[in-house]
């Protein structure tokens, strides 16, 4: 089955357009979207570390020859991923190339896909459990200086780096290709069931853009994103006394 990604380049800069129409029509959106930058920042650069560290800990030194293990955030942006993630909610960093063959031989190609795949959302969601724990220790023991305008702009910008990083590891565990969760359970699925996953790829892969575009995808993760940061957040809390 072919698909002509020129249209769906074109839906992109459509969604794109759309994004950007309501920031420039609203100084505190506008505001909001410059706030998420560094979140986007920090949430790409580690996931995609996070892929590049864990295949080169398994045997495969592609991501070190191709200069990926690095937090360096330029080595890992991909410029139309990164607008999407802004502005359109979904997005994607350079993805990392790996060859299996390299890996180590005392485990199988599939297993170390699956970890290697699933290394991306997991930072993801620790980087989101460190800094809500940060901004629980800025309300422990900043409260007082809550008034003051830089720090109002660093909590900010914690609550947004936070829902992001959320966002982007449930976003990435979908098991629909080329999202990390299709390699993830790989390793569970049946010889007959692995097959025809196989041999449907092109389908999913439509399915995939079809719940994206839609908006289906956003309607699936949100609520489960929420979920996900309101239970950090509490146990934060709890642990912290606040």
């Known amino acids: 089955m072919y698909f002509d990604k020129r249209m769906l380049y074109v839906i992109l800069a459509i969604m794109v357009l759309y994004g950007l129409s309501g920031y420039l029509t609203d100084t505190n959106a506008l505001m909001g979207l410059l706030l998420t930058i560094p979140g986007v920042l920090i949430a790409i650069t580690f996931h995609e570390f996070a892929h590049a560290k864990v295949a080169d800990m398994l045997g495969d030194d592609t991501p070190r020859m191709e200069g990926r293990l690095s937090l360096n955030p330029l080595t890992h942006i991909d410029p139309i991923g990164f607008i999407m993630l802004l502005f359109a909610g979904f997005g994607w960093g350079k993805p990392v190339h790996v060859n299996p ?29 460190i800094l809500t724990i940060i901004y629980g220790l800025i309300f422990k023991f900043a409260g007082a200086a ?3 305008q830089t ?6 910008m914690i609550q947004y780096a936070i829902v992001i990083n959320i966002g982007l590891c449930v976003f990435n565990l979908i098991p629909l290709p080329p999202l990390d969760g299709s390699k993830v359970i790989k390793p569970f699925l049946t010889y007959n069931a692995k097959t025809w996953f196989e041999e449907n790829e092109k389908i999913f892969y439509i399915i995939f853009v079809v719940l994206w575009i839609t908006g289906i995808a956003g309607t699936i993760i949100s609520p489960i994103t929420t979920g996900i940061s309101n239970g950090i957040m509490k146990l934060t809390g709890w642990l912290l006394r606040i």
């Open 101 to 129: 063959r390299n890996y180590n031989r005392d485990i199988t190609i599939e297993k170390a896909d699956a970890i290697v795949s699933i290394a991306g959302p997991a930072i993801n969601l620790i980087l989101a459990i």
């Open 146 to 148: 809550l008034s003051n």
């Open 151 to 156: 720090l109002r702009i660093v909590i900010n």
